[in-house]
């Protein structure tokens, strides 16, 4: 199923209608971009305060299998993360019931569709990698293409380019405006994927025997 951008009133009714243990993990999803996977992974010594009253999250991402550290930005967030006690086997979301010691990725998505439903959002393409092109598209209003492809761990610009403007796809209106800058990032990228896609066409012409 593919994952829908939600814009920030959805995001919110959705949230109000989860308990403070469950929403904290979607919130940390929507402040760091990470999958919810990582995000269910985060152990107590994952984590530190940062400057500005931040937090700090290292991880071991499990698609790229690169380790990288996120910040949760909002000091509210931050602050109920670091207040977060060491559960079994050490993790932040600890579940006795799985075998992982960590609370499951289906539950955690069991639990946002649920929600989606109470809040009478529609529930097509909404999940929790929903979150993660909604962090998208914000830092990319904020600090532009390259740092969203960091961000997310993206090898190829196009998939970023998804992420980043997701929320002019879906038809939304952005709550900041794209800058000149950045629609030139945009052209120049889809004139490369036209490029691209050209030559290898051309690569894959048979060639006429002489």
């Not at 940062?50 to 690169?66: D, I, M, Q, S």
């Not at 109920?80 to 060491?86: D, S, V």
Request: overall charge positive.
């Amino acid at each position: 199923m593919k994952s829908r951008y939600l814009n920030s009133e959805e995001i919110a009714a959705i949230f109000k209608k989860m308990p403070v243990e469950k929403r904290l993990i979607f919130e940390i999803a929507l402040e760091t971009g990470l999958r919810i996977g990582d995000v269910l992974k985060i152990k107590k010594r994952d984590i530190s305060a940062a400057p500005n009253g931040r937090c700090e999250v290292r991880f071991l991402a499990e698609k790229t299998k690169k380790k990288s550290i996120a910040f949760v930005e909002s000091p509210a967030v931050a602050k109920k993360l670091l207040n977060q006690p060491k559960g079994y086997k050490g993790y932040i979301f600890a579940s006795l019931k799985s075998k992982s010691g960590h609370i499951t990725r289906q539950a955690a998505w069991k639990w946002f569709k649920t929600a989606a439903k109470e809040a009478k959002i529609d529930i097509d393409g909404c999940s929790p990698h929903s979150l993660r092109k909604s962090f998208a598209t914000e830092l990319m209003h904020r600090k532009g293409l390259a740092a969203v492809q960091s961000a997310l761990q993206h090898t190829n610009s196009f998939t970023t380019a998804i992420y980043a403007y997701a929320d002019a796809y879906a038809g939304a209106a952005p709550e900041s405006p794209i800058l000149w800058g950045q629609i030139n990032e945009l052209l120049d990228l889809i004139v490369k994927r036209i490029n691209g896609e050209n030559l290898l066409k051309m690569d894959e012409t048979p060639q006429k025997k002489g």
